[in-house]
């Protein structure tokens, strides 16, 4: 009897673990999804569950302007994993002096118990450069215990592992990988470790002096973004291959953080993660790797929808593993994970699924187009609906060239209205708007609405802007409303994301979401 009740266990076990992998999941125009993960153009996800703050933080690029929309750097941070809030980073100064650029990408993040401080990577044109301080959040300072203020050494991509024995590593650069050993001096700033004998490569740096390294060889279909987890006694050396659409994530493992690694399976040859055409997810990879209360998740970044150009966005999924040790197929999906069972609850979004009336809307052109970024054969308009889906992977266009766009919903009746949140398409850039609204009396639909003159001002920032996304605006008066309008004035945006296409790549004044929050 008792082994009867094993097997039905271990069956059971099985069968969830199954069931979880394949439930149904949402479409990408669908309501209330959960990839991506934040409104914003992410790319490089380096997410951070951090226990002492009890906080999920999402650091990477900048994305969605070619290059001229990746400083500021951004980290993003939630306690739930779902509402998420943002904050400029401010790396030194001599970090962007010495590169000659602004153009900061692929960071990653760890805390480190032993020096009880946080430490952020960023490349700069190839540079590695690292920072730390006290708090997630920063401020920062930089962490050359060598050099201060001084890059570290040539390299990109790099991500730090820390080890159970609380030993740091350092991993960088495209195939062939590099991986290197940090040590710490009593003020928490790093220095290269060369007393591990299993280094047996050296290279000298500008500033820092010669590091010791093991170079990974013999890796088959192995391109950038490197990442190393280690699960029972395994290190996992992750990677992104290919690029653009066609990205994807692959692995090989090793018993000893050194090396050699080798093939699990089908680890090198077949993705754990790539496209799903049938469900418009294109180009997932540049991953990062993270536990959080018994669960193993996968953060990466893909193409935004249509593909039009290089728009990448964060998303989250669930990593799970075979009884060998290797991983099983990551499903990507638009439903992504719910990472805080208990969450509290955010007060009802009343915008959520009502109508919308907009000025203008751009249309995606779907004729023959030769360039790289390009999802073809697709009749899509970039509708005010998008605006009020509660879906990251969607937003409301008003077209090029538009001017003092504007979006109204319809809330169907009044409602006491508390604060509106906005999310811009570019999160870091200033834009000018005001925010009013109607009462019920007023118009009798959303036709109606828009020819009426007398709105009531809830919010006006046409003159100083903000530069900031999410932004919530509390109404200058006590608000009851059945109508509510947002007119972007003007927004200082990037031109474009891809020179090659200006219809679709072109920015235009947009949104992600438009939410309000109230009561009757």
């Known amino acids: 009897m008792k082994k009867i009740f094993f097997i039905f266990a271990i069956l059971n076990v099985a069968s969830s673990v199954t069931f979880a992998q394949i439930k149904k999941d949402l479409n990408v125009f669908a309501q209330h999804t959960g990839n991506p993960i934040i409104p914003a153009y992410l790319a490089d996800a380096s997410v951070f569950y951090d226990a002492k703050t009890d906080a999920f933080y999402a650091f990477g690029t900048n994305d969605g302007a070619g290059g001229s929309n990746v400083f500021p750097p951004q980290v993003w941070f939630s306690h739930d994993g779902k509402s998420w809030k943002n904050k400029i980073i401010d790396l030194p100064k001599s970090w962007t002096d010495y590169a000659g650029t602004n153009e900061v990408w692929a960071p990653s993040m760890i805390y480190y118990p032993v020096t009880k401080k946080y430490y952020l990577m960023y490349s700069i044109h190839f540079n590695v450069f690292i920072a730390m301080s006290g708090s997630p959040l920063g401020p920062w300072e930089d962490a050359n215990g060598a050099a201060p ?34 040590r710490f001096d009593n003020t928490g700033k790093i220095l290269f470790d060369k007393d591990d004998k299993r280094f047996t490569k050296t290279r000298e740096t500008e500033f820092s002096g010669s590091y010791n390294y093991v170079q990974v060889d013999g890796l088959k279909n192995a391109f950038e973004a490197s990442f190393i987890y280690k699960r029972k006694g395994l290190y996992y050396l992750m990677w992104s291959f290919k690029g653009s659409e066609e990205y994807n994530v692959r692995y090989a493992v090793s018993k000893d953080i050194a090396g050699p690694y080798t093939e699990l399976g089908t680890s090198e040859s077949i993705p754990i993660l790539e496209r799903d055409d049938k469900n418009n997810i294109l180009g997932p990879g540049h991953h990062s790797v993270f536990d959080y209360k018994g669960h193993t998740y996968i953060a990466y970044h ?50 959520l699924g009502k109508p919308t009336l907009t000025s203008s809307v751009r249309v995606y052109d779907n004729g023959p187009h030769e360039k790289r970024y390009r999802t073809h054969d697709i009749s899509f308009k970039y509708d005010g609906k998008y605006a009020v889906d509660e879906n990251y992977g969607t937003h409301w266009d008003a077209g090029l060239n538009a001017k003092e766009a504007w979006i109204i919903v319809d809330l169907t009746a009044d409602h006491k209205i508390d604060s509106i949140e906005t999310m811009f398409e570019f999160s870091s850039r200033a834009y000018r708007y005001k925010l009013e609204y109607l009462k019920a009396k007023d118009a009798k639909n959303l036709k109606a609405a828009a020819s ?42 990037p031109k474009t994301a891809d020179e090659s296409d200006p219809v679709n790549a072109g920015n235009a004044l947009s949104i992600f979401e438009l939410k309000v929050f109230g009561k009757k």
Not at 160 to 178: A, E, G
Not at 323 to 350: E, F, R
Not at 458 to 481: Q, Y
Request: charged content about 25%; aromatic content about 12%; glycine content about 4%.
């Open 149 to 182: 203020g001084k890059m570290f050494f040539k390299g990109y991509d790099g991500q730090f592992f820390v080890d159970d024995d609380q030993k740091v590593y350092f991993n960088f650069d495209s195939n062939p990988f590099k991986i290197i050993k940090l």
């Open 302 to 351: 893909r193409q935004h929808f249509p593909f039009v150009d290089s728009k990448r966005q964060a998303c989250i999924d669930e990593l799970y593993f075979n009884a060998d040790g290797s991983i099983k197929k990551v499903i990507p999906t638009h439903s992504g994970v719910q990472l805080a069972k208990n969450a509290t609850a955010k007060a009802k979004n009343l915008a």
């Open 452 to 493: 009426q003159k007398k709105w009531e001002v809830f919010s006006n920032r046409e003159t100083e802007g903000i530069k900031m996304s999410p932004v919530t605006d509390k109404p200058i008066h006590p608000a009851n409303a059945r109508f509510v309008r947002l007119t972007i004035i003007s927004a200082d945006i």
